[in-house]
């Protein structure tokens, strides 16, 4: 290629790059304000998430944390009414928080509070409703609520749907911690479903899987059981 035509080709170059920018320049131009306008309400969206998040959303759970103080020291004592419904005082109750701070962790963990209250009152209804609308995600109280409904359908005589929650708890806790506790309640429900095949299989897992727990200490006693229980029928 001639130093000719390598100039031709670098001048052509530079006309092209000189048309992109008239181009873009012009289109900054006549959309300048469309662009302008897009860019305040990106500003506008973010501007506003941050003042919820610090002026809303922040001292809202806060109040919540402060609201719900009380109400554990009262679930723990096993005060459940006290819990549920406040002392008339400076405590408004769990279902008062649910409702004053829905969406809130604190309101969240207010329904796990409130399921287990109402189950230990032997209000199996009001317990599951409250049960079933805990959002779960933490590794040790989802397990637990998942367990407290199965709890709830032993109390109501539904075996097979409360031996299902146990085994789930279980599977979700998957630590030597919780889950041979949820395998425990589902054994002995099937031991008292007569169903010893099964109840033999959950005893013996604990026994296998988690082996330095208390359940699996006691675990050889209630397959011996369970054989002893299938041999006489």
Do not use: W
């Amino acid at each position: 290629m001639s130093k000719k035509q390598v100039e031709n080709k670098t001048e052509k170059g530079f006309e092209n790059i000189s048309e992109t920018l008239t181009a873009s320049e012009q289109f900054l131009e006549k959309n300048q304000k469309n662009i302008l306008y897009g860019l305040l309400v990106v500003v506008l969206i973010v501007g506003a998430f941050f003042a919820y998040q610090h002026l809303y959303h922040k001292p809202r759970n806060l109040k919540a944390e402060a609201a719900i103080f009380k109400g554990e020291r009262y679930f723990k004592n096993g005060q459940d009414s006290l819990a549920l419904f406040g002392n008339g005082n400076d405590y408004d109750g769990f279902i008062a928080i649910i409702d004053q701070f829905g969406g809130t962790k604190t309101a969240n963990l207010a329904q796990a509070y409130a399921g287990i209250s109402y189950s230990r009152l032997g209000k199996n209804e009001e317990a599951l409703k409250c049960l079933n609308k805990f959002k779960g995600g933490d590794y040790l109280i989802s397990p637990a609520v998942t367990g407290a409904i199965g709890d709830v359908y032993l109390n109501m005589g539904k075996t097979d749907e409360a031996i299902s929650y146990f085994t789930k708890a279980a599977d979700k806790a998957d630590n030597v911690m919780l889950s041979p506790i949820y395998l425990k309640k589902a054994g002995l429900a099937y031991l008292d479903a007569k169903n010893y095949d099964k109840a033999v299989e959950l005893f013996t897992k604990i026994k296998d899987k988690y082996l330095n727990s208390l359940e699996a200490q006691e675990a050889d006693k209630y397959i011996e059981e369970a054989n002893l229980l299938k041999g006489g029928n």
